[in-house]
């Protein structure tokens, strides 16, 4: 993957709708066309890109892990199988969580990870830039230590902003299940958060 490509992909910028690609080239992607993937690759680049960088702290290992999402996607595409209403996307963001959870295992450790210039790069108060960030941080951390299922769904409900309709579908619950699984698991977050003295 080159270099340059990642100076076009920020988490501000990269749009959240979901990307468009025919149902041909869906077709010849599938049966290992490389053009075809080629073209799968640059319509969700920027939204599974975000997606990891919001949830990784360094921009090389973002980088590197999502890069892993598309190459892991390549070598099983001939067994992806297009369901309705669940659009390749979804399978896109269950191999990055999946990537993600795994880093985060073998590290031994919590992921801290936003970008901070997001949050010091706007403001002339250095103090409040600060602790802002430190809150992000703590949110991020209590996130990772949640189950997989849970910080998949907080992920995309809060990090991507997408419908409960959409969530389900990625995961294979109905949108009432989802709203209570979604409901527990920001409890669940809630009181780590508030058993380290913090209020999100």
């Known amino acids: ?27 010849r992607a599938v ?11 640059e319509a969700h680049l920027g939204r599974i890109y975000r ?4 949830r990784i702290a360094d921009a090389d290992l973002a980088e ?4 892993q999402v598309f190459l892991r996607a390549w070598q099983a595409i001939a067994r992806y199988e297009p369901r309705e209403g669940r659009p390749f996307l979804a399978w896109l963001f269950t191999i ?18 936003i970008d901070a210039d997001r949050h ?10 600060a602790i802002n960030t430190d809150l992000h941080d703590q949110i991020r951390a209590a996130i990772s230590r949640l189950k997989p299922e849970y ?8 990090i991507e902003d997408m419908e409960y309709e959409d ?20 409890n669940q977050l809630r009181d780590d958060l508030s058993a380290r003295g913090l209020r999100p």
């Open 64 to 67: 590197d892990i999502t890069s």
């Open 120 to 129: 010091t790069s706007h403001t002339d108060d250095p103090e409040a830039s």
């Open 167 to 186: 969530i389900a579908r990625i995961i294979g619950k109905k949108p009432g299940a989802l709203r209570v699984t979604l409901f527990r698991a920001l």
């Open 31 to 41: 049966g290992r066309d490389p053009a075809a993937f080629g073209e799968v690759y």
């Open 51 to 54: 997606h990891v960088r919001y």
């Open 96 to 113: 990055a969580n999946n990537l993600i959870i795994d880093h985060h295992r073998r590290a031994k450790r919590e992921f801290t990870g």
């Open 151 to 158: 910080q998949l769904i907080v992920s995309l409900r809060l």
């Open 1 to 27: 993957m080159q270099q340059d490509r990642w100076t076009d992909v920020t988490l501000v910028e990269a749009p959240r709708s979901t990307p468009s690609v025919s149902a041909e080239v869906m077709r």
